[in-house]
């Protein structure tokens, strides 16, 4: 299947807005896992090392769930462009 490149200048604030939407989202993905990094501490303590109950469940889910939809979503929409190199 071949590619068709297009050096239409039309398309150019598209690409743009492409490109700095993707900057926005890996951006985001690395701020979700610092926060996660910088908390796990605390997690362990307040939540790992207590009794567990329905509350303990919904909080893993949630917070395990939620960085796992971002990194999938993050791998699956950011657009890559090949260059045909390498």
């Known amino acids: 299947m071949q590619s068709l490149l297009s050096n239409d200048?039309?398309?150019?604030?598209?690409?743009?807005?492409?490109?700095?939407?993707?900057?926005?989202?890996?951006a985001a993905c690395a701020a979700?896992?610092?926060?996660?990094?910088?908390?796990?501490?605390?997690?362990?303590e307040l939540?790992?090392?207590q009794r567990w109950s329905l509350m303990t469940v919904l909080y893993l889910i949630a917070r395990y769930g939620g960085i796992g939809?971002?990194?999938i979503n993050l791998l699956i929409n950011v657009?890559?462009?090949?260059t045909g190199t390498g």
């Open 9 to 26: 200048p039309a398309w150019w604030p598209v690409i743009n807005a492409s490109l700095v939407n993707s900057y926005f989202e890996v």
């Open 32 to 44: 979700v896992m610092y926060d996660w990094g910088l908390t796990f501490g605390q997690e362990v």
């Open 47 to 49: 939540v790992w090392r």
């Open 69 to 71: 939809f971002v990194v």
């Open 79 to 82: 657009p890559t462009i090949w």
